[in-house]
């Protein structure tokens, strides 16, 4: 676990003695979880949450990556962090968050190489010379049988 120490001014060398306590009541993993669940509920099932770092300050704060996926690209990058307070378990700033994160997001798209998909359940660009499936059908009685797929 990554741990960001704020508000402890050091020299650039030397010895320290740092003390703090701290409670966190929020795991690193239960962070990430909800940072997830936010994610996928409420801003983008295409932006994934990665491992936190504990950042203490004022307060104790989770600092959880967000990435972004494409289907058919897989991940493509960060697009920012969500603060998670390690106390409460509370998203800060949410709405702010929400907005950062989708242009971000939107930015990152705009500079990936266009791809010229075919629409789902397109055949273009499939070999011709492959038979069509056959047709699995139920009769009267429940039970399955096949039914060409030319029928013929």
């Not at 932006?47 to 494409?70: C, F, K, N, Y």
């Not at 991940?75 to 106390?87: D, R, T, Y």
């Not at 429940?142 to 013929?152: K, L």
């Amino acid at each position: 676990m990554d741990v960001i120490l704020r508000q402890y001014p050091l020299d650039q060398t030397g010895t320290f003695d740092i003390r703090c306590t701290v409670t966190i009541d929020v795991s690193a993993q239960d962070a990430r979880k909800l940072v997830q669940r936010w994610l996928l509920l409420h801003v983008s099932h295409m932006m994934g949450a990665d491992e936190p770092v504990l950042e203490i300050g004022e307060q104790a704060m989770w600092r959880v990556p967000v990435h972004l996926s494409t289907p058919s690209a897989g991940i493509v990058g960060q697009i920012g962090e969500v603060a998670l307070n390690a106390v409460s378990g509370q998203i800060q700033q949410v709405e702010q968050s929400k907005v950062d994160l989708a242009q971000r997001a939107e930015k990152l798209i705009q500079s990936l190489p266009s791809r010229n998909t075919p629409p789902f359940g397109s055949t273009i660009g499939l070999p011709k010379e492959i038979a069509p499936a056959p047709i699995i059908s139920l009769n009267e009685e429940s039970e399955p049988y096949i039914v060409s797929a030319t029928n013929d």
